[in-house]
């Protein structure tokens, strides 16, 4: 094999590894944001499961001091919600 012959391979062979390391790059860089949007959504889900232990609360003791009509239906609507999706 020539010197030409060498040098162009050792050329692609450095360019094929150029590419394959780019598209390792760019996988983990996605994989990455895939597991940071995962633990906010897991963070989010705990924040809204507080949210709605507390309106459910504050929805009953409405109700315990007599508030009806709106505060009931909502009431009912959040703990159907609630149940539905446990």
């Known amino acids: 094999m020539s ?3 060498i040098a162009q391979t050792v050329i ?3 360019s094929c590894a150029g590419t394959l390391l780019a598209v390792w790059r760019w996988t983990h860089r996605i994989a990455s944001r895939f597991e ?3 633990e ?6 705990e924040d809204d499961a507080v949210i709605l232990k507390t309106l459910l609360a504050v929805l009953d003791g409405l109700q315990q001091q007599g508030c009806n009509g ?16 446990r």
């Open 12 to 14: 692609t062979v450095a």
């Open 3 to 5: 010197g030409v012959g």
């Open 40 to 45: 906010q959504a897991m963070r989010r889900k």
């Open 36 to 38: 940071q949007l995962e």
């Open 70 to 85: 709106k505060v009931t239906a909502a009431f009912e609507t959040l703990n159907n919600h609630i149940i539905d999706n």
